[in-house]
Every structure is written in structure tokens, then in C-alpha cells.
């Protein structure tokens, strides 16, 4: 007796899987495993989720008009242009969904994000990854990487778990080394947290060309990971099939309703990244002092080398684990011995600090 095939490529898969949000015992927990913000969602945000609750029998705006003008207005954009999505994530999956098959490849980097590969390898595609150097995207070991099968690109910038970036200007250079009918998908997920000069999120590239999307996210610096909103800045002809390939109602009420405050609390947004601005150096300097390896990160979060401290990533987890503190095992993207911590609350920063003085017996 015969038995469903899965299509090529799915057998394949490592299911994706987050950052712990438990810990064994009864401690209590810092959770700074998925770099959430600190701070959780706008009070208008909430707000406006508690005022959906006597319409949730209503199907959602299937265009999310509201949430894409809200968007539009605060960050200059063309409404026309912007497609909302259930996290970047099925943003990322609808794109491999629409420009991706059997026997073509999608590339990154290194370290890229997990979600690049999953979704490429669901619809028959090889991924592909070119070499980092130093931890960071390297421009030239992407198009050395660009075969006659290439159809996407990913540039996740900064990148998660490393927290490196590259600049606007060497974004540029991908671009025009790549080929017309090769999209280029600049996934701009912490990029509110960026402050470097040389850095944009990739707006004006879209706006230039044909072949360039960036995707950006509510789940980071708005709080809002578990209502999962996203969204896309695309060119006309990229927006026009994203809205053929999404479900008709791939955005939630309550989700949309959310978004428009949180887009919209620029006050609530600049209090987390001042907070951010504070504390990475603080947390960078103190794990240095340590003898912890610290990759330079513009993001929320550090990644933390325990390679040459005569401790073990794994052994680390655990014993912050057992004291109530979370952080986040990048084993899964070739990172075994180290681990990555979201920046936290202050008391959780503190918490973390002295705990991994103790365990290194610094």
C-alpha cells in the first residue's frame, strides 16, 4: 500500500525552533531568547486590541487599508507598494511561493536566517549560503555564489543571530552585481534599532529598481511577536502578485487594529531604542571583561563566544537556565558555542551580567 508524498525538499526541512520561554525550576524567568522588546507592546496598541474583543465574529479588512496608510504615513511610503503579512515570515515564504522552484536556488549568508532556508527547501529549492567573513554579509562571496539557478537573494540586515551589518553602500553593490530577474528581498527586521550613518533599510532601493523588496516586522521594537505582523515595501509588479498568492485574509483584525497604534507611538518606539542604545555597550564591555567573545551588534541582542573561556555554550545555557535566566542556543545556525541574548530589562541585564561572572568564576 502506497502512502501521500511530500513534494521534493521537505523531507529536508529542520522545523524551525524558537527561543525557550521556560526554564526548569520555579525561578523566575528573564526571557531573553527571542528578542522581544523589554518594553512589550504601545499602551494604545493594547488598547486597541481589548476594543476588538465584541468584534471578533467579523472578518478582517482583507486589504488591511487602515494599517498599510498608517504605515505609509509614518515612514513616507507609497500605500500602493506595501503588503501586509501574518509576521515577515509568511512574507518570506509567499515570496519563495511566487518566484521559486524545483531545480532553482536561493541564496544568503552564513548565518542567515533560518526561515530563508526552510521556506526554499517547501518549494523544491536549494539553498545556498555564502561564506561571512568576520561574522558579517560579504558582498563578494554572495555574487561569487550567483549561478544561472539564482532566483532570490536574502540580505537580512543586520542579521540575526550575529547582529552585524553592512552598509547602504555596499547593499548598492549587491544590487548592481546581481542580475534583473534575480530579486533581491533586504529583510529589515531590526532596523529601528540602527543608528549608524552609513545604514538604511533599503527604501530607496526599492524605489530605484525593479528586483528589490524589503520586509520589516512588528514583532521586534513593537512588541507585538505574538499577534505575528509584518510587512513588505515592494515595486508595483511585486506587490501586485504577493496580493495573488496571500490568503485573503492573511492579517487579523486584532492585528491590524494594534498595528496602526504601535506604527503610529513613535514615543513608545523611541524609548525602547534609547534603551537599546544604552545598554549594548554596557553588555558588550561587561561579557569583554569577562573573556567572552562579542560580535559587534547594531540589533537588540549580542551574540556571546564562549570559545577560549574553557567553558561551553551548552553548559552556559544551562546553568542561566536553572537560574530563571533565558537565552537563546544558535547551534542551528552553525554557531554551537555560542548563545544569543536579547537586551533585556535592566534588573535582567544586571541578572545575566553577574550570573556568567559566577559560572566563569571571573
Known sequence: ?????????????????????????????????????????????????????????????????????????????????????????????????????????????????????????AMGATPIKAAEVGRTADVGNLLKAVTSRTKIVFLANPNNPTGTYISHG??????????????????????????????????????????VVMTRTFSKIYGLAALRLGWAYCPAAIADVLHRVRGPFNVNAVAQAAGVEAVRDQAHIERARLHNDKWLPILTQSFRGMGLGITPSVGNFLLIDFEGSGKTAADAEKYLSERGLLLRAVGGYGLPNCLRMTIGLEEENHAVIEALRAFLGK
Open 1 to 121: 500500500m502506497s502512502t501521500p508524498v511530500p513534494q521534493p525538499g521537505i523531507m529536508n526541512i529542520t522545523p524551525y525552533i524558537g527561543g525557550k520561554s521556560k526554564a526548569d525550576g520555579k525561578q523566575p524567568v528573564a526571557k531573553l531568547s527571542s528578542n522581544e522588546s523589554p518594553f512589550g507592546p504601545s499602551p494604545k496598541a493594547v488598547a486597541a486590541v481589548e476594543a476588538m474583543a465584541k468584534d471578533l465574529h467579523r472578518y478582517p479588512d482583507g486589504g488591511a487599508a487602515a494599517l498599510t496608510a498608517a504605515i505609509a504615513d509614518i515612514h513616507d511610503l507609497d500605500a500602493s507598494k506595501i503588503v501586509c503579512g501574518n509576521g515577515s515570515d509568511e512574507l518570506i515564504t509567499l515570496l519563495n511561493s511566487a518566484y521559486v522552484g524545483v531545480g532553482d536556488e536561493v541564496l544568503f549568508t552564513e548565518h542567515g536566517f533560518l526561515m530563508y532556508a526552510i521556506s526554499a527547501s
Open 170 to 211: 555596499e547593499v548598492e553593490r549587491l544590487r548592481v552585481g546581481l542580475r534583473d530577474d534575480i530579486l533581491l528581498v533586504l529583510d529589515a527586521a531590526y532596523a529601528e534599532y540602527v543608528s549608524r550613518d552609513d545604514y538604511r533599510p533599503g527604501v530607496e532601493l526599492v524605489n530605484a529598481h525593479d528586483n
